[in-house]
């Protein structure tokens, strides 16, 4: 009889062991403790004009709920982010359009989830003699990227106007944007194809350097539609689709609200974009109002990803992973 009790009283106790470490998890091997059901991600948000999109996620450390804990990290630039992408080291990004495209036909299957930026790119110069994109023969124009959105655009935009991008301009890709900025300033450079901020920022210091064509006119002139190009995709990752769609969704609406706070309170904003290294305060409060930030969901925003994506596939097939992907791409449908 006693032994039955001692039995009981063992297996009661093995019970309560197994529930007490069910409901509150177990210590890892470094003592702290882990919940079961836990999904670490990790967001990276970009140093830049897309990166103003992620004000308000950032000063709030927005954490999506359905067991995610979610990390915030600044990259430099999307190429750095692509890497991150490729080895798992990150869950969701704001990256270009086709970059994300790329990624999802060749790569570990990221998904769209909203457009975060459309087009901001503009072209720059203190050369009066450029009135029409033909007048840009001869010229050296500076910009960022080489194989990224800004030379595809502008070698797209070039040959619409009988131009070739290799026999009849130079393309200069030796510096980044801030540097471009200063050197349009400082007189060492006349024209340059840069985005919002940076655009801005010239404007207001330099004596001679104005905005002299708009790329985001044009390609609406060429290719139609009421829109700016989508510029900026904010992705995610399958880890965390498949696991938690429902903190896809969250993470994707939070986005959503960061964009309009940001737009309704860019002096906030800006302090916030400041603190995270993004662009400085003074930049960030003049650049919001023109960066080109806009929520836009990955159903909705099909229509001219898709459009834009075959704009640079015919121009070059590399640009967007050989073929344009397919319905999968688009989160939520």
């Known amino acids: 009889m006693k032994q039955n009790k001692l039995k009981k009283s063992i297996l009661y106790l093995l019970f309560l062991?197994?529930?007490?470490?069910v409901s509150v998890g177990i210590l890892s091997a470094d003592g702290t403790r882990e919940k079961n059901d836990e999904l670490k991600i990790t967001v990276a948000v970009l140093k830049g004009p897309s990166g103003i999109a992620a004000a308000k996620l950032l000063g709030d450390n927005f954490q999506p709920g359905f067991g995610v804990d979610t990390e915030y990290i600044i990259l430099s630039s999307p190429l750095e982010a692509a890497a991150k992408m490729t080895s798992g080291e990150v869950d969701a990004v704001f990256l270009p359009v086709n970059m994300a495209a790329k990624l999802y036909t060749k790569g570990p299957k990221f998904k769209l989830a909203a457009v975060s930026g459309l087009g901001s790119l503009f072209m720059v110069s203190s050369d009066n003699s450029i009135e029409e994109w033909k007048d840009l023969k001869?010229?050296?124009?500076?910009?960022?990227?080489?194989?990224?959105?800004?030379?595809?655009?502008?070698r797209y935009l070039l040959l619409e106007n009988g131009l070739d991008p290799e026999k009849d301009v130079i393309l200069d890709f030796s510096a980044q944007a801030p540097q471009i900025a200063q050197l349009i300033i400082a007189e060492r450079a006349e024209t340059s194809?840069?985005?919002?901020p940076f655009v801005l920022q010239i404007e207001m210091k330099s004596k001679?350097?104005?905005?002299?064509?708009?790329?985001?006119?044009?390609?609406?002139?060429?290719?139609?539609?009421?829109?700016?190009?989508?510029?900026?995709?904010?992705?995610?990752?399958?880890?965390l689709y498949e696991n938690r769609?429902?903190?896809?969704?969250?993470?994707?609406?939070?986005?959503?609200?960061?964009?309009?706070?940001?737009?309704?309170?860019?002096?906030?904003?800006?302090?916030?974009?400041?603190?995270?290294?993004?662009?400085?305060?003074?930049?960030?409060?003049?650049?919001?109002?023109?960066?080109?930030?806009?929520?836009?969901?990955?159903?909705?925003?099909?229509?001219?990803?898709?459009?834009?994506?075959?704009?640079?596939?015919?121009?070059?097939?590399?640009?967007?992973?050989?073929?344009?992907?397919?319905?999968?791409?688009?989160?939520?449908?």
Do not use: C
């Open 17 to 21: 062991t197994i529930l007490f470490t």
């Open 193 to 196: 194809f840069i985005p919002q």
């Open 208 to 239: 001679e350097a104005r905005t002299v064509l708009d790329p985001q006119e044009e390609l609406l002139r060429i290719r139609g539609g009421e829109q700016a190009f989508p510029f900026t995709a904010f992705a995610i990752s399958p880890k």
């Open 245 to 333: 769609p429902e903190a896809a969704a969250a993470l994707a609406k939070a986005l959503e609200k960061s964009i309009s706070w940001t737009l309704e309170n860019p002096e906030e904003a800006s302090l916030i974009i400041e603190d995270f290294g993004i662009m400085s305060a003074s930049i960030a409060v003049k650049a919001i109002p023109v960066s080109g930030i806009e929520y836009i969901p990955a159903p909705h925003a099909q229509e001219s990803v898709e459009d834009f994506l075959n704009m640079m596939l015919d121009l070059d097939p590399v640009s967007v992973g050989g073929n344009l992907p397919d319905e999968g791409f688009y989160f939520g449908k």
């Open 138 to 154: 001869g010229k050296t124009i500076y910009l960022t990227g080489k194989g990224a959105t800004p030379d595809y655009l502008l």
